[in-house]
C-alpha cells in the first residue's frame, strides 16, 4: 500500500504529458450500482493502482478518511444521503479532485455541486473513455502547481501569457485585453481544468461589487475568445458547459 | 310548461279555492264572525303566496278581499259596507294578506338564495378539488418524469460501459451497442422534453448571452454526426460580438436539433450553413441545407412530434427534434420557422430576443 506522502507528490511535467503513463495510487468510485462500479473499475484499472468503491455516502466518506484516494468519482443517487453531502463532509479536510455522476439532466444540481466543491461532472449515460479523459485532466490540474495568477509565464499553443506583466502575446503578437478581460484570463488560468460556474466567475471577477456589469459575463467571455482562439465558435480553450460555466482548458 | 302558462294555472286553481272557502264561509255566514271570514281568507291568501310566488299571492288577497266585501259583510252582493269595523277588517285583511304575501315572497327567495350559493359553494369546492388533484397529478408527473429518467439512465450507463469495455477488448459488434444505448439515451431526453414543453414546464431563464457562445455550444453538441466539421459558420461582418437574451440551455436545444436535422438531411460533402444576423428586435439563427426540402404538404405538419412519416424524420432522429426545437424557442419568446431554400433544401430559421450591450472595459 503507497504512503500519503507519496501519492501526494507532484509529477514533474514530463510525466504529464500525453498519454498519462505514470500510475497514480487510488481512485474511488462511489455509485450504488454494481454494474456501473464494475465497468469503471476496469475502465480505470489501467491508470491506477488501486481502485475502491464504496455503494453508499457513508462508506464513501469513511473510505475516503481511511484511505485518502487521489481522486473521488461520485454519483449522485446514493441510497443513504444526497451527493452534496459526500461533497461537503470531504471538503472539510481534503481538496481531493471530485468529478460528479449525475442521471439527470437538470443544471441546477450540477451548480450546486461545483459550487459545493466538486472539480467537474459527467452525465449518465456517459462512455468511459470520456470519463477517463476528465478523471486524467483532473489529476493533472491536482499536481500542477496552481498558478496564482501573478506568477511565471503559461505557453498554452501559440499563446503566451505572462500574468506577472500581464500581457498575452498570440503568435508572437501582442493581444491587448480589457481590465475584466483581464480578471477572467486570471480567474481561468488560476481555476484551469476545473469547471467554474457562473456564480464562481462572478466572484472570482468583480469580488463583492454586483450589479451591471456580471450579467455582461457571458459576452465578456465571447469578446476573450474571439481574442485569444483561432476560431471563436469551435473553443479549444474556454469550453462552454451549457448552463453551468466555462472551463478553461490548458492540456489540450 | 312554459312560466307564464304555470302561473295562470296556479292562478286559476287558487281562485277556484278562493270561490269554494267563499262558498263553505257563505253556507256558515250566519254563525260566523268577521275575524273567521278574515283568518280563512288569510289562509287562502298565504297558501297561494307560498304556492304560486308573490303575483298570485297578491292577485289573491285583493280577490278576496272583493269577495269577503261582495259575499260576506252586509250588506250581501255588494261591495258598499255599512258598519266601520267591518270595514276596518276588511282594510287589515287585504294589509296583512299582502305584507304576509310579500315577507313569504322574501323568505322564499332568501332561501332560494341559500340553496343556489350552497349549489355554488359546493361545485366550487369540487373544483378546488379537481384542481388540487390535477396539481397531484402534475407533480406526481414530474416525480415520475424524474424517476424514469433516472432509472432509465442507470442501465443505460451499464449497458454503454460495459460495451465500450467489450469493444476495447476487440470486439468491433460492440460499439453498435454504444450507439444505440446513446440514442435511446436521446429519445429519454427528447420524451422528457417534449413532456414539459406540452405542460408549458420547461425551466427558462432569460440571460444575456453572446451567438458565439450558442454557436460553439450547438456544434459541440453534433460534433460526432456525419458532415459536422464541414459546417459553415457565418458571422456579421461587425466585429462587435451579437448578443440576445435567451435561456442558454433551450437555445441549445433549439439550435442543436436543426443543425443535427440539417446534418441528417443533407447530402454527403455539401457543408450546412449557419448564419447569425440581427433582424429588428430579433437574433436570427438561420440553418441551411442542400437536402431534398420539404413538400409543401408537409410543411403544415412539420414541427408536430412524431410526424416521421415525412421526409424530415426517420433517419436515426427521433421525430421529434423539430418539435422541440420550436417549443423550446418559443417558451422564452423566440419562434423557428421553415422555410424553401433557393436552389433547393431547406432553411430552418430561429429567432431569438436580440439585446443590446453597452462598450464593456
Redesign the interface.
Given at each position: 500500500m503507497p504512503e500519503d506522502g507519496e501519492t501526494g507528490r507532484p509529477l514533474a511535467p514530463q510525466e504529464l504529458s500525453d498519454s498519462f503513463p505514470s500510475m497514480s495510487a487510488a481512485v474511488l468510485v462511489v455509485d450504488d450500482?454494481p454494474?456501473?462500479r464494475r465497468?469503471?473499475r476496469?475502465?480505470l484499472a489501467g491508470d491506477f493502482q488501486r481502485v475502491l468503491e464504496a455503494a453508499s455516502a457513508q462508506e464513501a466518506v469513511d473510505l475516503a478518511a481511511a484511505h485518502r484516494p487521489d481522486i473521488v468519482i461520485l454519483d449522485l443517487?446514493l441510497p443513504d444521503r444526497p451527493g452534496q453531502w459526500v461533497c461537503a463532509e470531504l471538503r472539510k479536510w481534503s481538496s481531493v479532485p471530485i468529478i460528479v455522476?449525475s442521471?439527470?439532466?437538470?443544471?441546477s444540481e450540477k451548480i450546486r455541486l461545483l459550487d459545493e466543491g466538486a472539480d467537474d461532472y459527467v452525465t449518465?449515460?456517459?462512455?468511459?473513455?470520456e470519463l477517463l479523459a476528465r478523471v486524467r485532466a483532473q489529476l493533472r490540474r491536482a499536481h500542477t502547481a496552481e498558478p496564482d495568477g501573478a506568477g511565471a509565464s503559461v505557453t498554452i499553443g501559440d499563446l503566451v501569457i505572462d500574468p506577472g506583466a500581464r500581457t498575452v502575446r498570440k503568435s508572437g503578437e501582442d493581444v491587448h485585453l480589457?481590465?475584466?478581460e483581464w480578471e477572467l484570463l486570471r480567474a481561468f488560468l488560476r481555476h484551469a481544468g476545473k469547471t467554474l460556474t457562473h456564480r464562481q466567475l462572478f466572484q472570482a471577477v468583480w469580488a463583492t461589487s454586483s450589479g451591471d456589469?456580471q450579467?455582461?459575463l457571458?459576452?465578456?467571455?465571447?469578446?476573450l475568445?474571439?481574442k485569444l482562439e483561432p476560431d471563436?465558435?469551435?473553443?479549444a480553450l474556454i469550453i462552454?458547459e451549457?448552463?453551468v460555466g466555462y472551463r478553461f482548458e490548458t492540456g489540450a | 310548461m312554459t312560466r307564464s302558462s304555470r302561473l295562470v294555472a296556479g292562478l286559476v286553481l287558487w281562485v277556484v279555492i278562493a270561490a269554494v272557502a267563499t262558498f263553505v264561509l257563505w253556507t256558515f255566514r250566519g254563525s260566523l264572525d268577521e275575524a273567521h271570514f278574515a283568518l280563512a281568507y288569510l289562509l287562502v291568501v298565504l297558501g297561494a303566496s307560498a304556492r304560486e310566488g308573490r303575483v298570485v299571492g297578491l292577485v289573491l288577497a285583493v280577490l278576496c278581499f272583493v269577495l269577503f266585501n261582495f259575499f260576506l259583510l252586509p250588506p250581501y252582493y255588494s261591495l258598499a259596507i255599512e258598519d266601520t269595523l267591518a270595514w276596518w277588517v276588511l282594510v287589515a285583511f287585504l294589509v296583512t294578506g299582502t305584507v304576509a304575501a310579500e315577507l313569504l315572497y322574501r323568505a322564499q327567495r332568501a332561501v332560494a338564495l341559500a340553496e343556489q350559493r350552497a349549489v355554488e359553494i359546493e361545485r366550487l369546492a369540487e373544483e378546488a378539488r379537481h384542481v388540487e388533484a390535477l396539481r397531484e397529478a402534475d407533480r406526481l408527473k414530474d416525480a415520475m418524469l424524474a424517476s424514469v429518467s433516472h432509472d432509465l439512465r442507470t442501465p443505460l450507463t451499464s449497458i454503454r460501459a460495459t460495451a465500450a469495455e467489450i469493444r476495447a477488448e476487440g470486439n468491433e459488434s460492440a460499439a453498435i451497442i454504444e450507439e444505440e444505448a446513446e440514442r435511446l439515451n436521446r429519445f429519454v431526453t427528447d420524451l422528457l422534453d417534449l413532456s414539459r414543453i406540452r405542460a408549458d414546464a420547461l425551466p427558462t431563464e432569460a440571460e444575456i448571452n453572446a451567438a458565439d457562445d450558442l454557436i460553439g455550444a450547438a456544434l459541440e453538441r453534433v460534433r460526432a454526426l456525419p458532415g459536422a466539421e464541414l459546417i459553415d459558420v457565418r458571422l456579421p461582418a461587425d466585429p462587435s460580438v451579437p448578443v440576445g437574451r435567451f435561456d442558454f440551455v433551450q437555445a441549445l436545444r433549439a439550435l442543436g436539433n436543426l443543425l443535427e436535422n440539417a446534418l441528417r438531411h443533407s447530402p454527403a460533402g455539401t457543408p450546412v450553413e449557419l448564419e447569425v444576423f440581427r433582424s429588428g428586435g430579433a437574433l436570427v439563427f438561420e440553418v441551411r441545407d442542400r437536402g431534398p426540402g420539404v413538400p409543401r404538404e408537409h410543411r403544415e405538419r412539420l414541427f408536430e412530434p412524431f410526424q416521421t412519416g415525412s421526409p424530415r424524420g426517420g433517419a436515426g432522429g427521433t421525430g421529434l427534434g423539430l418539435a422541440i426545437a420550436r417549443g423550446a424557442a418559443r417558451a422564452q419568446g423566440g419562434d423557428v420557422e421553415y422555410r424553401p431554400r433557393e436552389g433547393g433544401g431547406s432553411v430552418f430559421a430561429l429567432r431569438l430576443p436580440a439585446a443590446d450591450v453597452p462598450g464593456l472595459s
Open positions: 450500482e454494474h456501473i465497468a469503471l476496469n475502465a443517487g455522476l442521471a439527470h439532466h437538470g443544471e449518465k449515460p456517459f462512455s468511459p473513455a480589457t481590465p475584466t456589469p450579467q455582461y457571458r459576452v465578456y467571455v465571447a469578446n475568445r474571439r471563436a465558435v469551435r473553443p462552454t451549457p448552463g | -
